[in-house]
């Protein structure tokens, strides 16, 4: 079975500074995908961004980046230039071949003005 | 175009009743997950639906959870016997297909039952 760990249950951030969430899981898969999911208050599970396994370039969306270490089964999610509006839950997940998706526990980002 | 949504948004009922928590997928969308997330906690998968039937329900808890998809558009997650520990949010998430982990899973604001 597939594990994913978050070890940071909370992460402070400045506006306008970078923020690192890590993320670590376990698979014997070669078929999967990775993501990040941002829950705010209002429960919405909204993606943010997305890898596939065997891609070795690091996936990019606007000011948030992956650094994906498939040899250490490492998926860390970077925030640059944070805004207010970046203030919520933060997950890891690792879908398999048929979509399903494994979470973590998740990481609260708390960003201060 | 409209998103995934659930009704109700949230449930209040008794020890030892029976509940259902309805999902309507984004038009198109075949694919259908059902998961749960306690408090504190990230979300588990439950079962997922590929048209009419369940691909997978590995991650129902027990016989007291099920769930349906008639028509291979809205499905209901029925709970009989309710527990104090089956007070959860639940999410549902469609996307196109299964079988294609790339195509995103878009998810309703889930509904958050809370059994007394």
């Known amino acids: 079975a597939q594990t994913v760990t978050q070890s940071q249950p909370e992460m402070s951030v400045q506006e306008a500074e970078t923020v690192t969430l890590s993320c670590t899981y376990d698979?014997?898969?070669?078929?999967?995908?990775l993501f990040w999911y941002k829950q705010p208050p209002s429960r919405q599970m909204i993606l943010v961004i997305r890898?596939?396994?065997?891609?070795?370039q690091n996936a990019t969306e606007n000011r948030f980046s992956v650094n994906f270490q498939k040899a250490a089964k490492s998926f860390s999610l970077k925030i640059s230039d944070s805004q207010l509006g970046d203030a919520a839950m933060y997950f890891c997940?690792?879908?398999?071949?048929?979509?399903?998706?494994?979470f973590g526990a998740g990481t609260q980002v708390v960003v201060t003005p | 175009g409209a998103g995934v949504s659930q009704t109700p948004s949230n449930k209040v009922t008794e020890k030892g009743k029976y509940v259902e928590l309805r999902c309507d997928p984004i038009?198109?969308?075949?694919?259908l997950y059902w998961y749960r997330q306690s408090l504190g906690q990230g979300p588990e998968f439950l079962i997922y639906?590929?048209?009419?039937?369940?691909?997978?329900d590995s991650g129902l808890p027990n016989d007291r959870f099920f769930a349906v998809r008639p028509e291979g558009s809205v499905s209901t997650l029925k709970i009989q016997r309710t527990e104090r520990g089956d007070s959860a949010v639940y999410l549902c998430?469609?996307?196109?297909?299964?079988?294609?982990?790339?195509?995103?899973?878009?998810f309703g604001p889930g509904t958050r039952l809370t059994v007394l």
């Open positions: 998430a469609s996307s196109l297909e299964l079988g294609k982990s790339y195509n995103e899973q878009f």
């Open positions: 698979t014997s898969e070669s078929d999967y995908y």
């Open positions: 890898q596939e396994a065997y891609k070795q």
């Open positions: 997940a690792y879908g398999d071949s048929w979509g399903k998706l494994q």
């Open positions: 038009s198109g969308h075949t694919a």
């Open positions: 639906f590929q048209g009419t039937g369940a691909a997978d």
